[in-house]
Structures are given as structure tokens and as C-alpha cells.
């Protein structure tokens, strides 16, 4: 079955270290997207890309960093930067640019800090 | 700036009660408005969505919204809810310029009492 995969479902961060969050869909979309989840106030976006090779800014990228190298893969790295990285991790597709398209979204992975 | 305002944080009802969650939205442009449901353990699933046409749009379970463009707002209704519909409630809108990112409401906690 075509779908997203988020990896791992639970991951554990210490103090000053980056922490790598997969995602990877056989979808064949074009566009993948991060979003954080925080009780009470929804799903906020970090970073997306609708192409191989490119990504743009999202409302809360400051320390995270991600690439697309692979149209199959959008992993996302939270940096030492980012202060307050406890937070659920969702990643969507859609096949196309975006528009006239519902995202789809993985399972999600949840950080936590040591 | 666009934006998305979902009115009930938290609703608790009881089986056979009928369902609105209020969602509000602000944007200038032509929208496309969606509502996902994120059901206890699982991922973020589409329940409905608005591009074009008939502003009265149904979705899977029974649900529907109404768009009404001169109050900007996406309302989604059940006439009889089920303890299965208890999970978190998410309104969504992109903008037309937007290619493809979404901009979410803060949620709302569906808790149906047997």
C-alpha cells in the first residue's frame, strides 16, 4: 500500500545534540511538508518543498534544517538551536505543487527530552 | 496574514447529540478549506474539503460544512454523533497563492460520552 512512513515513532534527544526525523512516501508526490503539533495550538509549519533540490521557510523554521535530495524523502533535523524541541512531528504529501490536492499525512513522531 | 480560528477547544457530548465545530478563517483571496480528523493513536485523515461549487460539502461519517464566503467561515456539522467520532477535529484553509501550504486552526477535543 502506497502511504507515508515517519521514523521513528518515538525519539529521545539530550541537551546540545541534533536529532534526524524520516519521512519517506511511495506516493510518487511532489511536494512533502513538516509540521509540528502542540497541545492547543494545532499544526504549525516548519519547512516544505515542492520539488527535488528545493525547499522554502515555513512559519517556524528557526532550528530545524531539512533536504530533499530524493523526491521519496524529506528528513528533518532538529538542530541544538531549536530550545523548545518537544513536540509531535508530522509529515504530509500531495502530489502535485499543492493546490487542487488534500495533503496526506505519516503517523508522526514524537520527541521528547532527556 | 492568514489565519485560522477554531471557536471550542474542548466539547464533550453525548451519543445521538447533534455536532458543530465553528471554524473561521481570515484570507482575502480564493480559499480551499478542509477539516482532518485525527482519531486516538492514529494519523491526521481527511474528512472533507471545499474547492469549488456547492458550499454545502459532505464528507466520510456522516459529516458535512458549509462554507458561507461573506463570514468566512467552515462550520462542520454531524446531526448525530457516536462515541467512534471522539478525536481531535482540525480546520484548514490554503490560500490561492499559497502552492500547497496549509494553514491549521488550533483544533478541537471531540469527547462523545456512551
Known amino acids: 500500500d502506497g502511504g507515508i512512513t515517519q521514523s521513528p515513532k518515538y525519539l529521545f534527544r539530550k541537551e546540545g545534540q541534533n536529532v534526524t526525523l524520516s519521512c519517506e512516501q511511495n506516493?510518487?508526490?511532489?511536494?512533502m511538508y513538516w509540521y509540528r503539533q502542540d497541545p492547543g495550538q494545532g499544526l504549525r509549519l516548519i519547512y516544505y518543498s515542492q520539488i527535488v533540490n528545493d525547499f522554502q521557510k515555513g512559519d517556524i523554521a528557526e532550528g530545524y534544517s531539512v533536504s530533499r535530495e530524493k523526491k521519496e524523502s524529506f528528513p528533518l533535523t532538529v538542530t541544538s538551536a531549536q530550545k523548545n524541541p518537544t513536540a509531535f512531528y508530522l509529515c504530509?504529501?500531495?502530489?502535485?505543487?499543492?493546490?487542487?490536492?488534500?495533503?496526506?499525512f505519516g503517523d508522526g513522531t514524537r520527541l521528547s527530552i532527556l | 496574514a492568514q489565519s485560522v480560528s477554531q471557536h471550542n477547544h474542548h466539547v464533550i457530548l453525548s451519543e445521538a447529540a447533534s455536532l458543530e465545530l465553528g471554524c473561521n478563517y481570515s484570507y482575502g483571496g480564493t480559499v480551499n478549506l478542509f477539516w482532518y480528523v485525527q482519531y486516538p493513536g492514529q494519523h491526521l485523515q481527511l474528512l472533507l474539503k471545499y474547492f469549488s461549487g456547492d458550499p454545502l460539502v459532505k464528507g466520510i461519517k456522516g459529516f458535512e460544512a458549509e462554507f458561507i464566503k461573506s463570514k468566512f467561515s467552515f462550520n462542520l456539522r454531524k446531526p448525530s454523533v457516536q462515541w467512534s467520532d471522539t478525536a481531535e477535529y482540525f480546520c484548514?484553509?490554503?490560500?490561492?497563492?499559497?502552492?500547497?501550504?496549509?494553514?491549521f486552526g488550533q483544533g478541537t477535543t471531540l469527547q462523545v460520552k456512551p
Open positions: 506516493l510518487n508526490h511532489d511536494a
Open positions: 484548514a484553509v490554503r490560500g490561492s497563492s499559497n502552492t500547497g501550504k496549509l494553514i
Open positions: 504530509a504529501s500531495t502530489r502535485d505543487r499543492g493546490n487542487n490536492q488534500p495533503q496526506h
